[in-house]
T-cell receptor, first 108, second 114 residues
Framework: EDQVTQSPEALRLQEGESSSLNCSYT??????LFWYRQDPGKGPEFLFT???AGEEKEKERLKATLTKKESFLHITAPKPEDSATYLC?????????FGGGTRVLVKP | EAGVTQFPSHSVIEKGQTVTLRCDPISGHDNLYWYRRVMGKEIKFLLHFVKESKQDESGMPNNRFLAERTGGTYSTLKVQPAELEDSGVYFCASSPWTGGDTQYFGPGTRLTVL
């Protein structure tokens, strides 16, 4: 059975304090690894797709990387508006299997 | 371009009643997915439509849940009769084609069964 584990569950950062979120996965037939951001009361908002080990993608203060067993989401010099829950999901055939998410709070 | 929309945003019903959730995917997206998050758990897959056909319904919890997608446009998810454990947030997502493609999510419908 496909499995996705995210750590830590929660992260409190000071504004400007860089950190990394981890997503480890066990899956057969990975088609893609997705990162989403979710704000309270809203649906997941797409951030990145990674398809193969060694791939990296960047968007503003976020950078996602992928290995054969895990993915990292690096947040560089975060701002309060980066506060959200970050979700990792793996795609096999069509459906997404999600991790539990990491709740990030960035304090000014 | 309009995103995925869901209606209602919140529904409160009593155990044993029927509720119907609606999802309108992004225009032109053939693939439509339903997911659910129950309290304290991760988001879980329910089923996948390609146009009007059910491609995968392996995540549907039991036969109290019925999903339809008439004409390959919007979809409905009916729960009949609702039980307490059906409470949660139901998300709909759509994508243009199958296989490694990005799924775009709607805002969700929060279902509370009392």
């Amino acid at each position: 059975e496909d499995q996705v584990t995210q750590s830590p569950e929660a992260l409190r950062l000071q504004e400007g304090e860089s950190s990394s979120l981890n997503c480890s996965y066990t899956v057969s037939g990975l088609r893609g690894l997705f990162w989403y951001r979710q704000d309270p009361g809203k649906g997941p908002e797409f951030l990145f797709t990674l398809y193969s080990a060694g791939e990296e993608k960047e968007k503003e203060r976020l950078k996602a990387t992928l290995t054969k067993k895990e993915s990292f989401l690096h947040i560089t010099a975060p701002k309060p508006e980066d506060s959200a829950t970050y979700l990792c999901a793996v795609q096999t055939i069509n459906k997404l299997t999600f991790g539990g998410g990491t709740r990030v709070l960035v304090k000014p | 371009e309009a995103g995925v929309t869901q209606f209602p945003s919140h529904s409160v019903i009593e155990k044993g009643q029927t509720v119907t959730l609606r999802c309108d995917p992004i225009s032109g997206h053939d693939n439509l997915y339903w997911y659910r998050r129950v309290m304290g758990k991760e988001i879980k897959f329910l089923l996948h439509f390609v146009k009007e056909s059910k491609q995968d319904e392996s995540g549907m919890p039991n036969n109290r849940f019925l999903a339809e997608r008439t004409g390959g446009t919007y979809s409905t998810l009916k729960v009949q009769p609702a039980e307490l454990e059906d409470s949660g947030v139901y998300f709909c997502a759509s994508s243009p084609w199958t296989g490694g493609d990005t799924q775009y999510f709607g805002p969700g419908t929060r279902l509370t069964v009392l």
